[in-house]
C-alpha cells in the first residue's frame, strides 16, 4: 500500500488543548492513520512526509508537550528509524535477506542515542530507547522482538497518561504490560503483512488503542 492511499486529516494547526470537545473518536481516527502512514512513508523512504506523520501523533498523544517539542520529539523517533536502516544496510545479501549474526551483533548505539533524544524530549524512560532497539534488532534477527516492543511502548503510555503506575489492574492478575502496549504489538504485527488489508486492520486496531488513551486523558 502505498503512502496516498492513507488519507490524512487537515488538522495542522490545532492543538488538543484547542479542541477538548473534539470527538475522540474523530481524534483517533487521525492519529492511527497518521501512524501507519509514518510507517509507509518510511518504507517508501520519504522522510519529511514520515516526520510530519509521526507529529500527528505525538502532537496529540503527549499533551504536555508544545507543538514545537512535539516535532522535535517525532524527528528523533525517523531519525532513529533511519538509523536503524543505517545499521542494517552493510549487511543486506543479496537476495535481499539479512546476514543475521554480524547485524545481531553490529552497534546499535546510533539508533539508541536518537531515541534517548526522544525519550528526553517526551519525560520517559530511557529504558524506552534501549527496549525499542533491542526490539527492532531481534525483529530483524531473530528471538522475542514482542516483549521489549511492549515495554518500551510501556513508557510511552505512561508518559502520555502521566501515569507512572500504568497498568491498573484489578484483582489478582497483576503481571502483563496492560492493554495499550499488546494492541500496539498487533498494529506491528499487520505492518509486517505488507498488505493493504492488513493496513486496514491495523489502521482499525490502531484507531480502538488511541481512543483509549484520549478517553483516559480526557477523564483524567
Same mark, same amino acid.
Not at 473534539?22 to 518510511?42: P, Q, V, W, Y
Not at 546499535?108 to 542515542?113: F, L, N
Not at 536518537?114 to 524506552?128: H, N, P, T
Given at each position: 500500500?502505498?503512502?496516498? *492511499?492513507?488519507?490524512?486529516?487537515d ?12 470527538? @475522540?473518536?474523530? =481524534? ?6 497518521n @501512524?501507519?502512514?509514518g510507517? @509507509?512513508?518510511?518504507?517508501?523512504? *520519504? ?7 509521526f507529529?500527528e501523533?505525538?502532537?496529540? *498523544?503527549f ?13 528523533? &523517533?525517523?531519525?532513529?528509524?533511519w ?5 542494517e544496510?552493510? &549487511? ?10 554480524? =547485524? ?7 539508533v539508541?542515542?536518537?531515541?534517548e533524544r ?9 529504558? &524506552?530507547?534501549?527496549a525499542t ?10 528471538g ?6 511492549m515495554?518500551? *511502548? ?8 502521566d ?27 499487520l505492518?509486517?503483512?505488507?498488505s493493504e488489508?492488513?493496513w ?9 488503542? &488511541?481512543?483509549?488513551?484520549?478517553r ?5
Amino acid at each position: 500500500m502505498s503512502s496516498t *492511499q492513507i488519507t490524512q486529516t487537515d488538522a495542522r494547526t490545532e492543538t488538543v488543548a484547542d479542541a477538548p470537545n473534539r470527538c @475522540i473518536d474523530d =481524534l483517533a481516527e487521525h492519529m492511527s492513520e497518521n @501512524i501507519c502512514k509514518g510507517f @509507509i512513508t518510511h518504507d517508501d523512504r *520519504q522522510r519529511e512526509a514520515c516526520i510530519e506523520a509521526f507529529f500527528e501523533v505525538d502532537r496529540y *498523544q503527549f499533551p504536555h508537550l508544545s507543538e514545537e517539542a512535539a516535532y522535535r520529539a517525532a524527528t528523533a &523517533y525517523v531519525d532513529a528509524l533511519w538509523a536503524k536502516d543505517d545499521v542494517e544496510e552493510p &549487511y543486506v545479501l543479496e537476495d535481499g535477506s539479512l546476514d543475521r549474526e554480524p =547485524l545481531d551483533d553490529a552497534d546499535w548505539s546510533p539508533v539508541v542515542e536518537c531515541l534517548e533524544r526522544r525519550a528526553d524530549i517526551v519525560g520517559m524512560s530511557r529504558e &524506552y530507547a534501549t527496549a525499542t532497539t533491542d526490539g527492532w534488532r531481534k525483529h530483524k534477527t531473530g528471538g522475542d522482538y514482542w516483549t521489549p516492543h511492549m515495554r518500551a *511502548q510501556l513508557h510511552e503510555v505512561r508518559a502520555a497518561l502521566d501515569d507512572a503506575e500504568y497498568p491498573h489492574k484489578r484483582g489478582t492478575s497483576q503481571s502483563g504490560l496492560g492493554p495499550l502496549p499488546a494492541r500496539y504489538l498487533v498494529g506491528i504485527e499487520l505492518h509486517d503483512m505488507k498488505s493493504e488489508e492488513h493496513w486496514k486492520e491495523a489502521v482499525d486496531v490502531m484507531q480502538s488503542y &488511541y481512543a483509549e488513551l484520549l478517553r483516559t486523558q480526557r477523564d483524567d
